[in-house]
């Protein structure tokens, strides 16, 4: 029992503790999209009724703290960190651009039915279903990584919102290649250079299990505590 309360007293602390983040919905951007996940983000917690669906652990980068693309790889540098497994993944050939997901939906489908599991749980049933056609909003960006022979190995979509952009998906092949972080990096890169997001969010620190939340953690992504408002 002591442990457990130890453990809660230690949760509790580290939430009092995060620094705060001010993530505006800007609904000039595409009305329903934005609204829809405006509503999302700030319904209660499944679990924790009195507090926002994705306020307390919000995983972001701060953009601010990073003002060009070399400045937030040299931040995620080092051996084992996401800068490296990125250039790991350059160095075999691996390439990310923008893509349309409605050209590579036999592609995304057997990315999405690769494995059974993915961070210890079972697949959603929806990604067993083949889509055969993606609806994408104004707001959103669709990126894929690509092997050196042309294959598409990983995707990923971001949706743009207002001062803060935020990952919808993101799916690859299970290997040792780094292609996730090279993904990730490039697309956050990409985000700097465009200049219209102060942050860049992939979901929640808490909800994860250990092996996620190191992946963001590498990747430049700490916890904050998001306070939302629209527009």
């Known amino acids: 029992m002591s442990n ?13 503790r995060l620094p705060v983040a001010h993530l505006q919905f800007d609904r000039r951007i595409e009305p329903d999209n934005v609204s829809a996940t405006y509503r999302l983000y700030t319904r209660s917690h499944p679990k924790y009724k009195v507090i926002q669906y994705k306020s307390w652990g919000a995983a972001l980068v701060d953009l601010q703290d990073c003002r060009s693309r070399d400045a937030y790889l040299e931040r995620i540098k080092g051996k084992n960190n996401g800068a490296w497994h990125a250039k790991r993944a350059r160095s075999r050939g691996y390439s990310v651009t923008h893509i349309d997901r409605n050209d590579h939906v036999h592609a995304i489908h057997d990315i999405n039915t690769s494995v059974e599991q993915r961070q210890g749980r079972k697949m959603d049933e929806k990604y067993l279903v083949k889509q055969t056609a993606f609806e994408q909003p104004a707001n959103f960006h669709s990126y894929g990584v690509f092997s050196a022979e042309g294959k598409l190995v990983a995707y990923a979509t971001i949706g743009h919102y207002g001062n803060f952009s935020a990952f919808s998906q993101l799916m690859g092949y299970r290997n040792n290649d780094g292609i996730m972080h090279l993904m990730v990096s490039e697309i956050i890169g990409l985000q700097i250079e465009q200049g219209k997001v102060r942050y860049v969010m992939y979901d929640t620190f808490f909800g994860a299990l250990p092996g996620l939340r190191q992946f963001k953690t590498i990747l430049g992504f700490q916890p904050y505590r998001a306070k939302y408002s629209l527009v």
């Open 4 to 16: 457990a309360l130890s453990r809660h007293c230690a949760t509790v602390l580290q939430l009092a």
